[in-house]
């Protein structure tokens, strides 16, 4: 594929639902990212995959957020019982390695508007 | 930690206008430096990159160069477009973090014909 996609581009759920959000990184590419972006927080780090392995899940919020990456590709992104400051738009990215110099630009996909009434 | 500070926007000039957007950072060691730009209804892309000191990246007719000294990655571009309209992220790699983005929060231009 040509860059990251994600999927679905919109989600509007009720509070307490769960919610899953898909990221297909660029082919190759071996590091993926998650990301948040909200309007009070700016942008922030949530999780870290290398491989499948996920080193560095820090940037997590909270135990209702989890994410997991199969097959060293596509990574799913869950929320568990939804709140409302859950709302943002949700950035997944993926580099060719990570730390290296030179090859651990991250290239973003398009997001996912996550709407939490 | 890491940290970038960047000017507050919002930024608003004239076509054809000179352009700066300042960016410092704190970081130990030698962080990689980017700008990323956000177009309207689309996603963050890469405008430009340097990940050493004293590098200059560029595209687009923008440029940025590293300065480790005073640890800056100011934006510049010496005539602005209606189409670069956008906002604008300075962030970093680096200082004990090797893949974890830090962003600053963002400045937003807005080109006037």
């Known amino acids: 594929g040509a860059g990251v996609s994600q999927s679905p581009s919109n989600k509007v759920t009720e509070k307490g639902k769960d919610v899953e959000l898909r990221c297909d990184p660029i082919?190759?590419?071996?590091?993926l990212y998650w990301y948040r972006q909200s309007l009070g927080q700016g942008l922030e780090f949530l999780i870290y995959f290398q491989g499948n392995s996920a080193p560095d899940k820090s940037g997590l919020p909270s135990d209702r957020f989890s994410a997991e990456r199969t097959g060293g590709s596509v990574s799913t992104l869950t929320i568990q019982r939804t709140q409302q400051e859950d709302s943002a738009v949700y950035l997944c990215a993926s580099s060719f390695l990570a730390g290296g110099r030179g090859m651990d630009t991250q290239y973003f996909g398009p997001g996912t508007r996550l709407t939490v009434l | 930690g890491n940290s970038v500070t960047q000017m507050e926007g919002p930024v608003t000039l004239s076509e054809e206008a000179f352009l700066t957007i300042n960016c410092t950072y704190t970081?130990?060691?030698?962080?990689?430096l980017f700008w990323y730009v956000q177009y309207p209804g689309e996603g963050l892309q890469l405008l430009l990159k340097a990940t050493k000191a004293d590098d200059k990246g560029s595209n687009k007719g923008f440029e940025a160069t590293y300065r480790k000294e005073t640890t800056s990655f100011h934006l510049e571009k010496g005539s602005v477009q209606v189409s670069d309209s956008a906002v604008y992220f300075c962030a970093l790699i680096g200082g004990g973090s090797n893949y974890k983005l830090t962003f600053g929060k963002g400045t937003l231009l807005t080109v006037n014909p």
């Open positions: 970081a130990t060691g030698y962080p990689s």
């Open positions: 082919s190759g590419h071996t590091a």
